[in-house]
């Protein structure tokens, strides 16, 4: 039979032909070896600026008459502070004492004005006077009371009723104070063991009786002004 062969055999032949790797029976190519005087420095290998050049005479500005504007001139003044000290002490206001308060054994002390145990708040202008929003309000409160009392007596006025004078007022709660009095002494003289069924209604009824006579009690007591109905 024939032998095999393969088809990459002229590709392989190619590439060998590259002399792509000459080195393996001769050695590395050889190069200069550097020299130890050119070793790697600081900041050696960072951008540096070009050398400034020197200005010639030709350009040089020519010098200004005038001042500059960051020129600040040096002023000597001679005082004499010694005096001016002496003079600020005789005329000056002396210093009012300041208050403190001790509160411990060892006298350790705090300002007493800021403290909050000098009443300062009474010696404000305001001090004792009632507030604005008080007497504002006050004084919405009455004259909604008044127009309030006004549609109360026109709406009475047109349903015709007939308001009680003060004598009317209090002749009718004595009257009805001198009920209650009657009514209770009769509530405490009743037995205490209701075992039948009229002592329990009597018991019943008296009560209601006095239910009633204090509603009506603290009802005219309440109100200012009672109208009733005319027959």
């Known amino acids: 039979p024939l032998r095999f062969i393969s088809k990459l055999r ?41 050398p400034r050049k020197k200005e010639q005479d030709g350009k040089k500005l020519p010098a200004l008459s005038v001042p500059r504007r960051t020129y600040r001139p040096v002023i ?38 800021p403290s909050g145990l000098v009443p300062k708040y009474i010696k404000k202008k305001d001090y004792g006077v009632t507030p604005k929003y008080v007497t504002q309000r006050n ?11 006004a549609s109360v007596v026109e709406q009475l006025k047109k349903r015709a009723l007939k308001q009680l004078s003060d004598e009317e007022k209090t002749s009718l709660l004595q009257g009805l104070k001198k009920n209650w009095e009657e009514t209770n002494r009769e509530f405490q003289c009743l037995p205490v063991l209701t075992d039948t069924r009229y002592k329990k209604m009597h018991k019943a009824k008296v009560e209601m009786k006095l239910k009633q006579l204090e509603h009506d009690i603290e009802a005219l007591e309440k109100h200012k002004w009672v109208y009733i109905a005319n027959e």
């Open 10 to 50: 002229a590709l392989v032949k190619h590439e060998a032909e590259k002399n792509k790797s000459q080195w393996k029976t001769m050695g590395p190519a050889k190069v200069a070896v550097p020299s130890p005087n050119d070793f790697l420095q600081k900041h050696s290998k960072e951008p540096k600026l070009a």
């Open 139 to 149: 004084e919405e409160i009455k004259r909604e009371e008044e127009e309030y009392e």
């Open 76 to 113: 000597r003044i001679k005082k004499n502070f010694i005096s001016r000290n002496a003079l600020a002490v005789i005329r000056g206001v002396p210093k009012k004492p300041r208050h403190f308060c001790v509160d411990s054994r060892q006298g350790d002390k705090y300002l007493l004005e």
